[in-house]
């Protein structure tokens, strides 16, 4: 049981949290009479990020989880990273850093047996990806500020950078291979590099440009 005294006339926000049980939070309460709150156990999830290549954990790697409920969190130096207290259901576990090849997948968060029992994710291991740098021109060769770069087939806009005042670009964590190099701008238009471009794991390819179709002026 639990009362709050001398409230204001409703509607309510109401929240409770519980060190061992998911924080429940009720949007609008227009009645203070027979309030109830049903409150299930947090499930502490916990897992490691490590490198494909060299096995070891990559710290600062950012996991995103999206599902009953929306958190972010970063690997710690040796690579794991724990959520506590998630609600259970179905979320989208995603995994990004800027040298490495982005990751994600479904996982289900079931109630814990005991509240003190974590559940654990299989190993997840990063691929490492490479560096492209180049520029962006209009119609006229001249440079591009602020269009958006990005890599692929269609293009992965959602992991664009943004080409600076001289038009030049970087792109990180692009996979290896041999890739796609799109550009896009309110004023000149889009287009793609008139090439792939190869990329290999750790390494820079210098040298991309995409001419875009019409003038930064016009």
Avoid: C, K
């Avoid at 227009?30 to 710290?59: I, K, N, P, Q, Y």
């Avoid at 929306?70 to 800027?98: I, Q």
């Avoid at 560096?131 to 001249?142: F, M, R, Y």
Wanted: hydrophobic share 35%.
């Amino acid at each position: 049981m639990f009362s709050v005294p001398a409230l204001p006339e409703p509607p309510f926000e109401l929240g409770a949290e519980h060190p061992a049980f998911s924080p429940v939070h009720i949007d609008e309460i227009e009645s203070t009479d027979d309030v109830r709150v049903v409150m299930s156990a947090g499930v502490t999830f916990l897992g490691e990020v490590l490198d494909a290549w060299t096995g070891d954990g990559l710290r600062g790697v950012r996991v995103r989880l999206d599902g009953p409920i929306a958190a972010n969190t970063e690997t710690r130096s040796d690579g794991t990273f724990v959520f506590r207290r998630a609600p259970t259901g179905t979320y989208e576990l995603s995994f990004s850093h800027r040298d490495y090849e982005s990751q994600s997948r479904r996982v289900v968060l079931e109630p814990p047996r005991y509240v003190d029992r974590p559940q654990e994710l299989d190993t997840i291991r990063l691929e490492p990806g490479g560096t492209v740098e180049g520029e962006v021109l209009d119609a006229q060769s001249e440079p591009v500020a602020g269009a958006e770069v990005a890599w692929g087939d269609p293009p992965r806009w959602g992991g664009a950078t943004r080409s600076d005042a001289r038009g030049a670009f970087r792109l990180h964590g692009v996979p290896a291979g041999s890739v796609w190099i799109t550009a896009r701008h309110p004023v000149a238009g889009e287009d793609s590099s008139a090439d792939p471009v190869t990329v290999r794991p750790l390494e820079t390819s210098p040298g991309a440009f995409v001419r875009l179709p019409r003038s930064v002026a016009e």
